[in-house]
């Protein structure tokens, strides 16, 4: 027996380009990780003692639904501080030693040796957290082998055995795959211990995406999985000698039938299973494709194939019996419906569909270790800020939106050097993140987050929502204890600032200022501008001039409104410092820099020190990075008396993946940024 780890293609890849890129500074780096940890204070150790996250996994599984279930919640949550162990027979999980911090995840009996009993056993052993996945019906079944009563046993009554019902009663949670299941099994009681299924799927768009039939008129049309009785391989085989070729307006179209799904080829997916499917990864691939699809209206996929112009049902009757005269009889309105929709395109929008269950369950260890480091530092924390408030640059982009973010999310999930430490990074979807990463801002002595806000335009598909507004919405859901935020808005040189224009954008950012979560000084917004040589000095006025007037409609005092200053400085507005930034002018001109450093009241501290040369082994400088933070805080120690609005300092940042510029704990790297500013700070208090 020995610990899981899944060596995919993409972690491959990824630990090559990290061991290719400290390939010079390794040594020096992992020194300076040893000594920084060396060094963190008595107060502080908690970092180098979170605890292990154990996780056994009973399954002898190695093929379809339930291997896929496993590979991505262990390439979702595996990280540094926790260990999934597969276990196979009841040897294994006998010698192995299960405590009350173990999570026994039991995912299939199936082909072991374990049985129901023995998990109860267990359970009253040890009192570990029991975790019960029902991906089939296999558990209800007297058989220990697959075949078909697997499948099908849902047609029948199914007999009451109350050691499922002690095992349900023991389980912390049971996790199911459909309400189909849950439907099945009723005669069992849960009380209220069910969670929902993990899986990548998508927006599902009310347009399909039908490739161009080629000159030679061929229909491909996919059968996605293999092919056995209960995929409903005698469906197929009629179907198939019935069909093939269709004649429409006189054209003969080939029709050719193929196993597996290729987008760019297949014009049509069947789904014919003879019985009810319990959730099928195979369905989720091809809804993720947006092409049509004809299926048998059975088992779960009732509920999780939606109505669309392009989803065909076969709807099948009261004794769940499948009728091929049905299918034959609905295929040639497909066919007329694929053809007459050529070459439609549609935007379907993937995300994983992860419940907070599964983030609560896997980075428990790490919850538990920041809500104890923020319960012992915040009074700390409080008094440093008197002196300096720590604020990290908080990117929005890191999702799909179609074409426009498609570089940033594929760097941060494919083979960049550095991962987050905490789950899929998908704001968009996955509120449970952005509340973790305000948790672990908090617990390491930040007082918030200046949000990097380029939401002014339209998404150019849909037109109908600002970019990211519903990322930007989670910050605003609930009030943030000691946590506020503030726009840096980052104008794009594209948008027209006409007046008219502004008032309109305005008018929807304002919306935000009056919430408590968004910072106010002296009764005024905080409000920056990132991007100040996209517009003229006419059109920063006018922008000002808006804000103030919105902003005392409201009922507010004015505007802070601060204006970055790594081109020039702007007398007539507070400045905040931008220094090291993506402008090759400015490396020409060094004294530019010092001088207008000089004259922002606000400083911003990077972590990347190599002019955005992302081949270079000085990214990671902790030395450089620590040395920068002393003489940042010297500064504001220096200033102390001044107005508040000058005690912020802004940090670069915390989630820059693509650029390298990540404060938030990695795989890689761990806490070692946090750590330091964390220390730095609670020096000053």
């Known amino acids: 027996m020995s610990s899981w780890s899944k060596n995919n293609t993409n972690n491959i890849k990824r630990r090559q380009k990290i061991i290719q890129l400290y390939s010079e500074s390794k040594s020096e780096l992992q020194s300076q990780i040893l000594n920084h940890n060396e060094n963190v204070t008595d107060s502080n150790t908690l970092i180098n003692n979170i605890n292990t996250l154990d996780v056994i996994i009973i399954t002898k599984i190695v093929l379809g639904g339930t291997l896929k279930y496993i590979n991505n919640l262990i390439d979702i949550f595996n990280n540094k501080y926790i260990r999934f162990t597969k276990i196979t027979n009841n040897t294994e999980l006998n010698n192995y030693n299960i405590s009350s911090n173990t999570i026994v995840l039991v995912q299939q009996l199936i082909d072991t040796d374990i049985n129901i009993n023995t998990i109860i056993n267990i359970k009253k052993k040890t009192g ?23 499948h099908n046993s849902y047609l029948y009554n199914l007999i009451y055995n109350p050691s499922i019902q002690e095992l349900f009663d023991f389980c912390s949670n049971i996790i199911i795959s459909s309400q189909f299941v849950k439907d099945c099994i009723s005669i069992y009681k849960f009380n209220d211990k069910i969670t929902s ?6 927006d599902i768009s009310d347009t399909p995406f039908i490739p161009y039939i080629d000159n030679y008129n ?7 999985s293999n092919l056995s009785e209960y995929k409903g391989e005698e469906f197929y085989d009629k179907i198939i000698k019935h069909y093939t070729h269709y004649i429409y307006n006189d054209k003969k179209y080939s029709i ?7 987008k760019e080829k297949d014009i049509l997916l069947l789904y014919l299973n003879k019985w009810g499917e319990t959730y099928s990864y195979c369905l989720s691939k091809g809804l993720n494709t947006g092409l049509p699809i004809l299926y048998n209206n059975i088992g779960s996929f009732i509920e999780r194939i939606p109505i669309r112009p392009y989803y065909f049902p076969v709807n099948i009757d009261k004794y769940n019996i499948v009728d ?29 569909d992860i419940p907070e269950f599964y983030h609560s369950l896997f980075n428990a260890n790490i919850i538990e270790y920041l809500n104890v480091l923020y319960k012992e530092n915040s ?36 083979n960049q050097s550095q991962t987050p430490l905490i789950g899929n990074y998908n704001l968009k979807y996955n509120k449970y993140i952005i509340n973790t990463e305000i948790l672990i801002a908090k617990a390491n002595g930040f007082k918030g987050f200046g949000i990097y806000y380029d939401c002014f335009s339209n998404d150019t598909i849909s037109e109908q929502k600002k970019i990211f507004e519903n990322v ?89 409104f601060i204006i970055n200053s790594i081109n020039s400085i702007y007398n007539k507005y507070l400045n905040y410092n931008h220094s090291l930034y993506k402008n090759n002018n400015i490396n020409e001109h060094p004294e530019i820099i010092t001088e ?26 902790i030395t450089k990075f620590s040395d920068i933070i002393d003489t940042q805080f010297n500064h504001y120690k220096s200033n102390i008396n001044t107005s508040e609005i000058s005690r912020i300092m802004l940090f670069n940042a915390w989630n820059r993946w693509e650029e390298k510029m990540v404060i938030n704990p990695t795989n890689e790297l761990g806490f070692i940024y946090l750590d330091t500013i964390r220390n730095k700070l609670l020096n000053l208090s």
Not at 137 to 145: G, I, M, P, Q, V
Not at 197 to 202: A, L, M, N, V, W
Not at 326 to 351: L, Q, T
Not at 393 to 409: A, P, S, V
Request: hydrophobic share 40%; net charge neutral; glycine share 2%.
């Open 324 to 352: 091929i005269n049905d299918i034959i009889n609905i295929f040639p309105n497909v066919i007329e419906y694929i053809i007459k929709n050529n070459g439609a395109k549609s935007n379907n929008e993937i995300y994983f």
């Open 596 to 621: 207008n450093e000089n004259n922002s009241i606000i400083k911003c501290c990077f972590t990347n020190f190599n002019n955005f040369d992302n081949t270079s082994n000085d990214l990671y400088d």
């Open 379 to 414: 009074i700390k924390y409080k008094n440093a800020f008197k002196i300096v408030q720590p604020y990290a640059i908080y990117f929005l982009q890191f999702h799909q939106l179609n074409k426009k973010n498609k570089k940033e999310y594929n760097n941060i999930n494919n």
């Open 472 to 560: 930007i919405d989670t910050f605003f859901k609930t009030d943030l204890e000691d946590f506020d935020v503030f726009f840096m808005y980052a104008n794009n040189l594209a948008l027209i600032n006409t007046k008219d224009i502004m008032i309109k954008n305005i008018s929807h950012v304002s919306q935000y200022f009056t919430h408590n979560n968004y910072r106010k000084i002296d009764n005024k917004p905080v409000f920056m501008l990132h991007h100040p040589w996209n517009i003229t000095i006419d059109e920063i006025d006018l922008m000002y001039n808006l804000l103030c007037n919105k902003c005392k409609e409201l009922g507010f005092d004015g505007i802070y």
């Open 197 to 202: 299924h993990i899986d990548k799927i998508s």
């Open 128 to 150: 570990c957290k029991l975790i019960l996945t029902i991906h089939d019906f296999s558990l209800f079944d007297s058989s220990t082998k697959y075949n078909n009563s697997s």
């Open 256 to 262: 050719k039938f193929i196993l597996f799904i290729n």
């Open 218 to 224: 061929n229909i491909n049309i996919a059968v996605p």
